[in-house]
């Protein structure tokens, strides 16, 4: 009997890990959101680390994790590493940045696992604004696999993705007409994890790449 038991486990790991192994090799996260503000003040937001607190997800999920700022003040060289008990530890540095257009950032997580993936925000000009695109590139260790089977990273990451774009419309839309925010100023006042997404925050996916 113990052994049939034994048997029957075997299998069960066997299975779990051809399930693991037969997941996505890169993943693919993209959300948009349509904002009614000058690119300048949009751009401003995303191309300097120092004003991310006014609109990132993570820094709202724990407001209490220690974060600190190297390098360049903004743009290119300009580094954020971070550390909490909620939101792990990791570091992201802006690797490109054209003005009003584009900033791309090496994201490398840490806590609780290690991860380089990449991120772009995307600028394109509309009759009354501009829309924003933020995508998250990257490879599926085997450990990020294993979590899938129970949640997509587009699941997960999406929803952080939606509430940032949410709350930085908000924060963009609230400064139209102004040039540039300054750091710490405030733009949106209670937790954006309590609050839904912009109705115009979308989902937007790339059929060339897999997804789960």
Not at 156 to 172: N, P
């Amino acid at each position: 009997m113990k052994r049939t038991s034994g048997i029957v486990s075997m299998v069960a790991v066997v299975v779990l890990l051809v399930a693991i192994s037969q997941r996505p090799g890169t993943f693919r996260v993209e959300r948009r959101a349509n904002i009614q503000a000058p690119a300048e003040v949009v751009f401003a937001l995303v191309n300097d680390f120092q004003h991310w607190e006014q609109w990132s997800p993570w820094w709202k999920l724990e407001p209490t994790q220690q974060v600190s700022f190297e390098g360049a003040s903004s743009g290119v060289g300009a580094v954020y590493a971070w550390r909490g008990e909620r939101t792990g530890s990791g570091r992201m540095e802006i690797v490109e940045s054209r003005p009003n257009t584009s900033v791309r950032i090496r994201l490398d997580f840490t806590v609780p696992m290690r991860a380089t993936n990449t991120t772009e925000y995307l600028l394109t000009p509309t009759d009354e604004g501009v829309t924003l695109t933020w995508v998250m590139t990257g490879e599926n260790t085997f450990a990020g696999k294993a979590l899938q089977l129970f949640a997509s990273m587009d699941e997960v990451m999406g929803r952080d993705f939606e509430r940032g774009l949410a709350d930085l419309k908000s924060v963009a839309e609230a400064r139209r007409g102004v040039s540039a925010p300054s750091v710490g100023e405030a733009g949106f006042h209670g937790d954006a994890l309590n609050r839904d997404a912009a109705p115009d925050v979308v989902v937007a996916r790339d059929p060339h790449f897999p997804h789960e």
